[in-house]
């Protein structure tokens, strides 16, 4: 039996004027998506526990069976994880963002773009290797990852300060946003030294010549330590691979014991490579069994509050990952596949919300078998079947054993 996951990061939305007051997934045209939702089970689950943050950390936890109240201890330990960074017991990691900062028209200053412009790697390492030399020391060690997302490592640091993650205030005045609490000074401090470093830095020069948005400042939050979670080969038996441009979702792949697979092309943007991503889990699926693959563009879109990119986006994941993995899994004569988002990324707010979101799952066996609904994959759909899960992390054992899930 062949197991799949596929994440769409931030798929489920609300309903906006410019579609016509469908949702981005209604108004999309999705017919592998939509297939998978015909054929199999349809419905909506939480993927955010109560009092929880709306993130990927919190949603891709629960989409991989783990129950965050249970296991979730901050964001960053996550992507460290991918990054190969070992954290000490005593050690806490920051997410560090490079971020745009900019005066409004009022002259205040407001969080212009939390990704500084969609910067390049290659760009962003130059920076965070800079930032480390500046202010790294024996207890402070910054970490470049992959575009604007970054980590620092506190070694023996503090955690229990309240921090805001950049993107959940784009184009807001960030004063009121900074990190505050027990150690916070020390965050403060990083990130007004960090103004000076980069204003004259010739990354930044260039990319202001060239009419891109510079990397003005990095941005603290998502602190925590290494949680400890049971791998997928010690709950089920399975072994896996993980595909993400997106450290934090590989993160959370590693911790569960997959293979981390990286694809030429994927960028966590809209431009990434969708069809190299589908063609490699297709491999990994020759040698494993379990394959869990994310798509960050979608999740971007609703950042970006475009609707038109994130129809884009999930046009391309639905023709270029669904229906790629489709056709492959013509090879194989049983499997499952579970198709769902982490969390909604709705249009109008730029950010994550807690909303419940529609997931599907389909079987070889109900795929043969063809008796269609008359459902698509979309969140009107999903509320009609009146099928809703309460805990999302509770799916994953029910879609590994095959047991039934109904309303």
């Given at each position: 039996m062949k197991y799949i996951v596929l994440q769409g990061d931030g798929m489920a939305d609300w309903p906006v004027a410019e579609l016509g007051n469908k949702t981005p997934l209604e108004y999309a045209r999705t017919p592998n998506m939509d297939r998978i939702a015909s054929l199999g089970v349809l419905g909506m689950t939480h993927t955010i526990p109560t009092g929880y943050p709306s993130g990927s950390d919190v949603g891709t936890m629960s989409l991989l069976g783990y129950d965050p109240r249970r296991y979730h201890t901050g964001r960053s330990p996550i992507e460290a994880a991918s990054m190969g960074v070992e954290l000490a017991p005593t050690d806490i990691a920051f997410r560090c963002n490079l971020v745009t900062l900019a005066a409004d028209a009022n002259g205040q200053e407001i969080m212009d773009d939390f990704s500084a412009g969609h910067i390049t790697s290659p760009e962003a390492s130059e920076l965070i290797e800079t930032i480390n030399r500046e202010l790294g020391t024996p207890e402070l060690s910054f970490y470049p990852g992959v575009s604007y997302r970054h980590l620092l490592v506190w070694h023996g640091g503090k955690e229990k300060m309240q921090t805001t993650p950049p993107h959940d205030i784009t184009g807001q005045a960030f004063a009121g946003h900074l990190p505050t609490g027990e150690g916070s000074d020390t965050l403060l401090t990083l990130m007004r030294r960090s103004r000076a470093i980069l204003a004259d830095h010739p990354v930044n020069k260039k990319r202001q010549a060239d009419g891109h948005k510079p990397a003005s400042s990095i941005w603290l939050w998502g602190q925590g330590r290494r949680p400890a979670v049971p791998t997928i080969h010690a709950r089920f038996g399975l072994d896996g691979s993980v595909i993400s441009a997106v450290d934090l979702v590989r993160g959370i792949g590693v911790l569960a014991g997959l293979e981390v697979i990286l694809v030429p092309g994927a960028t966590g943007f809209l431009d990434t490579n969708y069809l190299g991503k589908a063609e490699y889990g297709l491999e990994s699926l020759r040698h494993k069994d379990f394959l869990f693959l994310h798509v960050e563009a979608t999740d971007e879109a609703g950042h970006m509050g475009s609707a038109e990119k994130k129809v884009q986006a999930l046009e391309d994941f639905d023709e270029k990952v669904v229906g790629t993995i489709l056709a492959g899994l013509r090879e194989h004569d049983k499997w499952r596949i579970l198709?769902?988002?982490?969390?909604?990324?709705?249009?109008?707010?730029?950010?994550?919300?807690?909303?419940?979101?529609?997931?599907?799952?389909?079987?070889?066996?109900?795929?043969?078998?063809?008796?269609?609904?008359?459902?698509?994959?979309?969140?009107?759909?999903?509320?009609?079947?009146?099928?809703?899960?309460?805990?999302?992390?509770?799916?994953?054992?029910?879609?590994?054993?095959?047991?039934?899930?109904?309303?």
């Open positions: 198709l769902m988002p982490d969390h909604a990324t709705p249009v109008a707010i730029k950010t994550h919300s807690d909303d419940p979101v529609p997931f599907a799952i389909l079987s070889s066996e109900d795929f043969k078998r063809g008796n269609a609904k008359a459902v698509r994959y979309n969140e009107p759909s999903a509320k009609s079947t009146g099928i809703v899960v309460p805990d999302a992390w509770r799916i994953m054992e029910r879609f590994i054993r095959g047991e039934a899930i109904a309303a």
